[in-house]
């Protein structure tokens, strides 16, 4: 199978932090509140690849490399299952497993309501990534999947919400979230892929 090693890669850079965390909270590791810490760690984690993810179609376009479309699909599932967790740990740790709560919450509090879209939104692209769902939606497909720019919005509010104090770190995560969305406009889609295509007929007519 192609790009074989890439996707071991993936598979361990995207497995160890949640084990570590996991780890981490039961010795004690993560401070006097470790529930909130790994439900943190697993949002920011999952906000992360979500970025990455999303940055494998511009890297195409620039290098026409095949390996970033072919590890995409992966990359989406490792933040869909961030994500699944990131979930449990809020209803585990935040909620104590009281339902009446999380429903609460869920009626109440904009933040997890957000959250929650953005949850929804991530179900219905990860349900539909596969080849069955691609051939069968057709052209619906791709609109359907530009739902991820709005996913990423949600995202990022969700979050401005909980770090609300601290701004810096949530700007950073907004800066690249808004430098991906304007890559996908087509006049700079369109020119990323000729400079790409400048640079692989001769990189030194763009060299700075
Ligand atoms: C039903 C869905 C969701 C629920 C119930 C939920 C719940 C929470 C809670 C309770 C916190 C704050 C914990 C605290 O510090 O008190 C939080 C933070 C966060 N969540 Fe979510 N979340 C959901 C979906 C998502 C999704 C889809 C993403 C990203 C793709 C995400 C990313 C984040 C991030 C980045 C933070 C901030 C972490 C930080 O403090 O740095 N969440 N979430």
Sequence with gaps: MRYRLW??????????????????????????????VLVDNLGLG????????LTMTPLQ???????????????G??????????LAGYVLFIAGLRLE???RDLSERPYIIVGALAFVGLLALTVTSNRFSIRRLGRKWKA??????????????????????????WLAYALVGGVLLLMRLSVVAGGLQRVGALWRENPKKIEI
């Design 77 to 86: 599932l490792w933040c869909f299952a961030y994500v699944v967790l990131h």
């Design 144 to 169: 359907l999947h530009r739902l991820v720019y709005v996913i990423l919005l949600l995202a990022l509010l969700h979050m401005l919400w909980v770090v609300r104090a601290d701004l810096g770190e």
């Design 46 to 53: 999952a906000l992360v690849l979500l970025l990455i993810t």
């Design 7 to 36: 996707r071991v890669g993936i598979f361990i850079a995207a497995s160890l932090p949640p084990m570590y965390w996991f780890y981490g909270a039961m010795l004690g590791l993560l401070g006097p509140d470790p529930g909130k």
């Design 61 to 75: 376009q620039l290098t026409r490399w095949g390996g970033w479309i072919a590890v995409r699909r992966q990359l």
């Design 101 to 103: 709560l999380v429903l």
